[in-house]
């Protein structure tokens, strides 16, 4: 199982975290999915494609590369 960080863009607030999360944890392969507000960042584990999981985040309106 593989660990990945995402820089992600565009949150302000909590509830941009939890949408983000949420977009993450979706994806097929995600074990876990841990989004960090102050950090602008996500942490996820799994064996998901990073393609895949930065057009999860940009589906729900923001921004994410690879960290």
């Given at each position: 199982m593989k660990v990945?960080?995402?820089?992600?863009?565009?949150?302000?607030?909590?509830?941009?975290?939890?949408?983000?999360?949420?977009a993450l944890q979706?994806?097929?392969?995600?074990?876990?999915?841990?989004?960090?507000?102050?950090?602008?960042?996500?942490?996820?584990?799994?064996?998901?494609?990073?393609?895949?999981?930065?057009?999860?985040?940009?589906?729900?309106?923001?921004?994410?590369?690879?960290?």
């Open positions: 990945q960080t995402l820089e992600i863009t565009g949150m302000t607030c909590g509830h941009c975290a939890q949408a983000v999360t949420r979706a994806v097929p392969g995600v074990a876990t999915a841990q989004v960090d507000l102050a950090l602008g960042s996500a942490r996820i584990t799994g064996d998901a494609d990073t393609a895949v999981l930065i057009r999860a985040v940009e589906a729900e309106g923001y921004g994410a590369k690879p960290a």
